[in-house]
């Protein structure tokens, strides 16, 4: 089974726990058999190897999300990286031609493209394993999966099929209607339409030979940022006659609200916090190292993080795009390949951070021009590079580090320390990588 998931979008309805480097996927709020807890994308990843343990995987997302992706499901996962943002037909044009010229994947196979992020159960994978074989068995170019609408939805856009069958072939496609037409549609036989359908390799190769000149994926990768922006369902999906659609009854979620996330939290609180019994239908998920206390709150969703704390009302917490849009604020914590970091203090000349590398992992080599750095190791043991000369540390040791030094660390068992970054114009863009 070949399977793309789009990662996309920044996230901003799930502040302050999601930002533009962590959207809403990479959240870990689902609760294991081993008491840990898990994010979307790492729920989804682990249902599709569950029915297909030798499933190619293929993440399509921006490069800010590549580093959370390494860090949650390692580095067995295939990334195809857009090199900005141009709609879901390029992206799914260059991960379908990244499948065929870097994975080798034949023409003649079958495809599923799905969004990262949905809600769904182990019978899901096997319905979207059953569409890849329709779509390679069958004569359709495009087999759809159709999901049987539980109420009528203003969110999102409608397939109308032609029967009732199992599989059946599509009459037409509707846009996101109103609350009265989508009743109309539903008595029509109509299904949400979830993103998700199938197809040949080669057939996406056609279409995007058709509307974008380019001779292989490296020159697709290049010529990227040229590319109109379009949807797949408005430059594919809506001029192909040859369409088919397939009905999924299991259970599915979009959870892009607070309200539609608590739904799933199986418990009232993740992180330290404290409800007294006159609450009612409240959700707390607490990343702070300090209490949170709520007492005779009802329908309200309470989230704190390094970025800010929401307090709301459910049903309102909907609306919350447009007011974080205003907020103007620097990445404060973020999942990096090697392990997180989150922002402690940030003065006028400085900035305090604190590390935390994984147990065989490292930071690049690099060096920064206009700030000094300190690193006071707080756990943990591991080998530091300074200058080209390597170092043992461990717990209280002290490295200090002028502008233009070049350095890295190490991490032999979990390291954690805090890094105090001194100079006028501390920014992200002030790091030159080297070799080592």
């Known amino acids: ?248 009854s299991g259970e599915w979620k979009d959870l892009g609200t607070w309200n539609t996330l608590t739904e799933a939290m199986e418990e009232a609180s993740i992180g330290e916090a404290i409800l007294n019994d006159k609450c009612e239908n409240v959700h707390v998920i607490n990343e702070l190292d300090v209490p949170i206390l709520c007492m005779g709150l009802k329908d309200v969703v309470v989230s704190a993080s390094a970025e800010g704390i929401l307090v709301s009302d459910k049903d309102q917490s909907s609306y919350i795009k447009p007011f974080v849009d205003k907020i103007d604020q620097q990445i404060m914590f973020a999942d990096k390949s090697w392990g997180n970091f989150r922002v402690l203090d940030v003065e006028e000349e400085s900035m305090t951070i604190k590390v935390t590398l994984n147990p065989g992992h490292s930071m690049n080599y690099h060096s920064h021009a206009r700030r000094d750095e300190v690193w006071n190791v707080i756990s943990g043991s591991g080998r530091a590079v300074i200058d080209g000369q390597s170092m043992q540390v461990k717990t209280g040791d002290v490295i200090t580090m002028q502008a233009g030094c070049k350095h890295t660390i190490f991490a032999e068992t979990e390291l954690k320390m805090i890094e105090v970054q001194i100079g006028r114009d501390i920014s992200v863009h002030d790091k030159k990588k080297h070799e080592l």
């Open 1 to 248: 089974m070949n399977i793309i998931l789009l990662s996309g979008g920044s996230g901003k309805r799930l502040w302050p726990l999601s930002n533009d480097i962590r959207s809403k996927q990479f959240i870990k709020i689902f609760k294991t058999s081993d008491g840990e807890y898990e994010s979307m994308v790492q729920r989804v990843y682990r249902q599709i190897l569950s029915v297909d343990k030798d499933a190619t995987v293929t993440i399509a997302t921006s490069k800010t999300q590549v580093s959370s992706i390494h860090n949650q499901l390692g580095n067995g996962v295939g990334v195809c990286v857009e090199p900005c943002r141009r709609d879901t037909f390029p992206a799914i044009a260059l991960a379908t031609t990244y499948l065929h010229d870097v994975m080798g994947v034949p023409e003649d196979e079958s495809v599923v493209v799905c969004p990262v992020d949905p809600y769904v159960n182990r019978d899901y994978f096997e319905a979207v394993q059953k569409l890849g074989e329709l779509a390679k068995t069958g004569d359709a170019n495009l087999v759809l999966m159709g999901i049987e609408p539980t109420y009528p939805s203003e969110k999102y856009g409608y397939i109308i099929p032609d029967g009732k069958e199992n599989v059946s072939k599509v009459q037409t496609f509707k846009e996101k209607p109103d609350e009265e037409t989508a009743k109309s549609y539903i008595a029509q036989g109509a299904l949400w339409n979830g993103g998700v359908f199938a197809y040949k390799l080669k057939y996406v190769l056609q279409k995007a030979h058709e509307l974008i000149d380019y001779t292989d994926y490296h020159d697709l990768f290049h010529k990227y940022e040229s590319l109109n922006k379009i949807s797949f369902d408005y430059a594919v999906v809506e001029k192909e006659d040859n369409i088919q659609v397939m009905r999924f």
